[in-house]
């Protein structure tokens, strides 16, 4: 099963309150709203869906480096694997950002 489908509630939230967003833009568009609350609502959602990114891109680094593919120096390698993966997605955080 993939990491998706075992955090699947959340993910799914995090998409349902994404299309709110979405539709708040529409709405905002269609109503003749101010440049700067649409932008506003923009910058919101390209915040919303880079989470969504780091989470589900977090996910797949950590069940699928970590958890399936064993270290090639045995177990006690692992911890040397989970900093790498962490340096990795502190990087990707701060470039989402």
């Known amino acids: 099963m993939g990491h998706t ?3 699947q509630k959340p993910l799914l939230a995090r998409v349902r309150r994404i299309k709110g967003q979405a539709a708040a ?3 905002a568009l269609e ?3 101010e440049c700067m609350a649409v932008l506003q ?6 915040g919303a869906v880079n989470g969504l990114m780091a989470e589900v891109l977090e996910g797949h680094l950590r069940e699928h480096l970590l958890l399936q593919q064993p270290a090639a120096d045995g177990p006690e390698a692992q ?3 989970q900093a790498e993966v962490d340096q990795v997605m502190r990087i990707v955080r701060s470039y989402l950002k």
């Open 5 to 7: 489908m075992k955090g």
């Open 31 to 33: 109503e003749g709203q």
């Open 79 to 81: 911890p040397a694997r």
């Open 25 to 27: 833009i529409e709405r």
């Open 41 to 46: 609502q923009i910058a919101a959602i390209r």
